[in-house]
């Protein structure tokens, strides 16, 4: 099993209440893959209730292979789901593990 763990950063110049809406939106498309990509086997999304913290959404997912995890990022629904950060992302972390 291979899971997916991505860290995003909001850029500090967009109005909370921008990026909130931003991280709900992309929370509940994220969230809403798995009935339109298969091989994801399981997906959260949480969004960072610490405003000490440097980061604002983490992604969590699991799936059978790195090849899974390839398909996934190519999916044109999950690039939607993507776009919808572009204009308050500041940076993106990723970690892909095998259990």
Not at 26 to 52: M, Q
Not at 78 to 89: N, R, T
């Amino acid at each position: 099993m291979v899971k997916h763990i991505v860290l995003f950063r909001l850029r500090e110049d967009v109005p909370a209440e921008v990026k909130l809406e931003a991280m709900q939106q992309f929370k509940a498309a994220i969230e809403a893959l798995p009935e339109r990509i298969k091989v994801i086997r399981k997906v959260e999304v949480g969004l960072n209730i610490n405003p000490s913290e440097a980061w604002h959404i983490a992604l969590y997912s699991e799936f059978d292979s790195l090849e899974d995890v390839k398909l996934y990022a190519a999916h044109p629904d999950h690039v939607a789901a993507g776009k919808l950060l572009a204009e308050v992302k500041e940076s993106r972390a990723c970690v892909d593990y095998e259990e």
